[in-house]
Nanobody, 121 residues
Framework: QVQLVESGGGLVQPGGSLRLSCAAS????????MDWYRQAPGKQRELVAAITSGGVTNYVDSVKGRFTISRDNAKKMVFLQMNSLKPEDTAVYYC???????????????WGQGTQVTVSS
């Protein structure tokens, strides 16, 4: 089995910063892309940022210049540094990883349980 555990969410004032972390564990041969998604109340889940195993990154337009995704391949972790936070960034943030469990298996998608980020004064 594969587990993804997020941490680092919380309540922050507009303009503040938070750093989310996600650790993958379990039966893992390799991890391809690692992503952060978010889902606000009444809205669809959206991709916020993605990073390949080689470090290529991609961001949704609304967070470009404010959020930075990074990863530590040795520790099987992905991070999301969020600066200049706005009330519209309030959501549950989910970690997602494309994992191969063995050399013989294809990639499968795994999700964390989510961490709440609330931006409010």
């Amino acid at each position: 089995q594969v587990q993804l555990v997020e941490s680092g969410g919380g309540l922050v004032q507009p303009g503040g910063s938070l750093r989310l972390s996600c650790a993958a564990s379990g039966s893992i041969f390799s991890i391809n892309t690692m992503d952060w998604y978010r889902q606000a109340p009444g809205k669809q889940r959206e991709l916020v940022a993605a990073i390949t195993s080689g470090g290529v990154t991609n961001y949704v337009d609304s967070v470009k210049g404010r959020f930075t995704i990074s990863r530590d391949n040795a520790k099987k972790m992905v991070f999301l540094q969020m600066n200049s936070l706005k009330p519209e960034d309030t959501a549950v943030y989910y970690c997602n990883a494309e994992v191969r469990r063995s050399i013989h298996s294809g990639p499968a998608s795994y999700w964390g349980q989510g961490t709440q980020v609330t931006v409010s004064s």
